[in-house]
Every structure is written in C-alpha cells, then in structure tokens.
C-alpha cells in the first residue's frame, strides 16, 4: 500500500505545548499535505509541501519533509484546546496527478 | 470555507434500499472524489473523476456506483445496500494548476447506516 501512516495514533498534551506527529510513506511522491478533521466532520487542509521542499510554515504549523527517508512531520506550536482533532497526511504519488492516499491519522487531544 | 455540499448529512436506512448520496461544488473544480471512512480509521478511495463523463474506481472495491454528467455534481448509488455499507463518505473535489493546486476540498460526510 502507498498509503502514508502517522505516528503516533494518539497524543494528549496541555495546552501551551508542541505536538509533533510523523508521517511515513512507501512510494515517490510528488507533494504531501496535512489535513485536519474534527470529530465526524470533512477533513480541512492544512498545508502542502512538495517533493523538492524540506520544511514549510504556516502560521503554528510547521512541515518538514525528508523524501530520503520517505517520512514528514507536522509540528503545531503553542497548542491550544481548538486544536484538538485528528490530523491525516495524504501523499501524491509520482506521476499521478488524480490519486491522494491517506493515512490513518494522529488524534491529538490539548487538554485546556 | 470550501463550497462543496453533501446531502443528506446522516441516513439511516434497512437493508436492500436504492439509495444515492449527492455531492455538489460550485469551484468549478474538474476533479472529485468518494471516500468511505470508518470511525477513527484511514480514508479508502472508493471512485474518483477527472472531468465530465469519466470515472475511475478507487483502491478500495464498493459495490457503489457513480456518475459524472455536469462538472459541480458527482453522486454515488448504492443499488441494494447492506449493513457492510455502514460507513461516512466523504466527498472531495480538487482543481490542479489553480490557486492551491493538487489540494483538496472535502464535504462535511455523509454518515450512512443501514440496518
């Protein structure tokens, strides 16, 4: 399977804290992103990064890719109870433009 | 906020009913996607469309078919649909090439149960 899987599957911490969630996947790609859903909702995008960039920002995100390792981090500083959610990364295989694969998410819990 | 709508939110239906779930966008985007996810599981692929009147199944083998006769509108049917159907779909759109490419939108789900 190409799909991506994060890690860890679930993370509780206070509000106030980083949380760093990994992702690892098994094919080429040409870009991976973030996404959020919240219990039982559609997903949201987060943030992409593509296959030749190392890290991104936006806003408390940061996104680090290492396309040798075949892995990503996402890093949410000062987390804030809002944050909590469950958060997916999606690969886009090389040379396919109309397929994502996702993985099976990080629930992350910030404890007010 | 993305504009791409799933009706009907929640649908509790017995076992052997028709049914379709519909899924529209006014972004004009020329992709769109089904995925059927388990509560708090991976998302699977199930169909996906690159443009009017082509649609490709997903990694994930349903039973549900779809159509794609307009651009804003992407419904999947479910001829006869059993308790194994019991998921959310998620429906999702995307515009490569345009403003945030290669991104996805979803619809809020349609969570499906059948009896």
């Known amino acids: 399977s190409q799909q991506g899987e994060e890690d860890p599957q679930a993370l509780s911490i206070q509000e106030g804290e980083n949380a760093t969630m990994n992702c690892s996947y098994k094919t080429s790609i040409n870009n991976l992103q973030w996404y959020r859903q919240n219990s039982g909702r559609g997903l949201v995008h987060l943030i992409l990064i593509r296959s030749n960039e190392r890290e991104k920002h936006s806003g408390r995100l940061r996104v680090t890719l290492d396309t040798s390792k075949k892995s990503s981090s996402l890093l949410i500083t000062a987390s804030r109870a809002a944050d909590t959610a469950s958060y997916f990364c999606?690969?886009?295989?090389?040379?396919?433009?109309?397929?994502?694969?996702f993985g099976s998410g990080t629930k992350l819990n910030v404890k007010p | 906020e993305a504009d791409i709508y799933q009706t009907p939110r929640y649908l509790v239906i017995g076992t052997g009913k028709k049914i379709t779930l519909e899924c529209s966008q006014t972004?004009?985007?020329?992709?769109m996607y089904w995925y059927q996810q388990d509560p708090g599981m991976e998302l699977h692929l199930i169909h996906y469309s690159y443009g009017v009147n082509s649609t490709e199944k997903g990694d994930l083998s349903s039973e549900s078919t779809v159509s794609r006769i307009r651009t804003e509108h992407f419904p999947l049917t479910l001829e006869s649909a059993r308790p194994s159907h019991t998921s959310q779909y998620l429906c999702?759109?995307?515009?490569?090439?345009?403003?945030?490419?290669?991104?996805?939108?979803f619809g809020p789900g349609t969570r499906l149960t059948v009896l």
């Open positions: 999606a690969t886009g295989p090389a040379g396919n433009f109309n397929k994502f694969y």
């Open positions: 999702a759109s995307s515009a490569q090439g345009e403003g945030r490419p290669d991104t996805q939108y």
């Open positions: 972004m004009g985007h020329d992709k």
